[in-house]
């Protein structure tokens, strides 16, 4: 069976492009799957498989309307909901095997919400006038390959030319490899982690992997936390062993490693275990110490490097992130559970270190209780985070929370 290229673009204003791009797949060996986002029209230079009044349709709008109102934001934020729903639904069907598009900051914005609409190791590669800087809000938490366009997508010249053919070399190859998986296929397992629950989540992984598991550690800086959940939502994680859900301190306090407000979720909507612990949540994290903010001049502070200074989060933050965690938790159609540490949430919370406060601890364990479902397990342990009990006792209740055949 052919290879499928979904073609996605704006067809109306960069027909020429598209249709030298089409050609360059097709003498590869490929076929192309083509879908219009362009609102304006269509191009008379090549077929097009999936029309523009589809995408408007499925995003929840007529084409016809969009073309009267002139409402550009409205338009784009249509065909972006409505090529995100075309490309999962035609993937689901197995219509195409990568997707490959190309545009200015718009196309762009477009053509990324229907990449990050599939899952993890299907191809995409995008052509982008803006791929360059922070481009997490165009990847989001996907594999998107993005490739500089260098000039304007705007017509066929020496160094369009050489772009485009260099996209088609990587979205062709990248259909063609085989993604089978060498070695034994295990449960997979996602711990959450930050420097301050180093050993602990270490102790947790090389448990777990003598025990069978494979275990995938995410970085708690905000993309860590949402790649982490990311793949929890595309059904690729059998559990959650989640030490280190800091990132809710610097959503409530304003840091720099926000993962946003869904953090925690993704588990509970896929119903798959979860244990949570509070780790790292005694800090709230910023960039040098003279970009805190004004209003936390008068909180402890630590320099945990030169680009990177910790705040220690107090009682009535700690209260507020203990009831949002036992709402996410109340909220979950799986198996979910706690685990306490009475002794400290951090390296820097023990007895006698820098951000050693328990009143502060207390306030959020006691907020998870409260507000908790009473069918859901909590543990408090009289250790630190970081001590080999708890690691070990973390194990036993993740392992506890597994279904039958999954141990």
Known sequence: MSTIILLIGAFDV?????????????????????MNIGVLGDTDLFTTDIPNALVAKAGGADITKLQKDKD???????????????????????????????????????ISSAMRALPIGVPKVLVSTVAAGDTT??????????????????????????????????ICGMTRMDYSLSGESKPVICASMFGNTTDC?????ESLVEKG???????????????MEGLVDDGYVDAVLDITPTEWADEICGGVFSAGPDRLAAPGRAGIP??????????????????????????????????????????EENRTMGKIFAEKANAS???????????????????????????ADRAMFDAIKENLNPRIEVVELDANINDAAFSETAVDMLLALMPPGRT
């Open 14 to 34: 960069k027909g020429e492009e598209y249709g030298f791009v089409k050609g360059q797949i097709e003498n590869q060996g490929c076929s192309v799957l083509a």
């Open 72 to 110: 550009r934001g409205k338009a784009m934020e249509t065909m972006a909901k409505g090529a995100a729903a075309l490309t999962r639904q035609y993937f689901d069907e197995g219509k195409f095997h990568g997707v490959l598009g190309m545009g200015g900051s718009g196309g762009t914005s477009v």
């Open 137 to 170: 809000i165009i990847t989001g938490v996907k594999d998107i390959t993005m490739i500089p366009s260098i000039v304007d997508v705007a017509g066929i010249n020496p160094i369009s030319e050489k772009v485009f053919k260099e996209a088609v070399g990587a």
């Open 201 to 205: 989540v270490n102790m947790c992984r």
């Open 213 to 227: 598991y494979e275990v995938l550690v995410f970085h708690a800086t905000g993309t860590g936390g949402r790649t």
């Open 274 to 315: 979860h244990l949570i612990a509070p780790g790292c949540v005694d800090m709230a994290n910023f960039g040098p110490i003279e970009s805190v903010p004004e209003k936390y001049s008068d909180r402890q502070l630590y320099e945990w490097n030169p680009n990177v200074t910790l705040m220690r989060t107090n009682v």
């Open 333 to 359: 159609q799986g198996p979910v559970a706690f685990l306490l540490p009475t002794r400290g949430v951090s390296i820097l919370d023990s007895d006698g270190d820098q951000f050693w406060l328990p009143e």
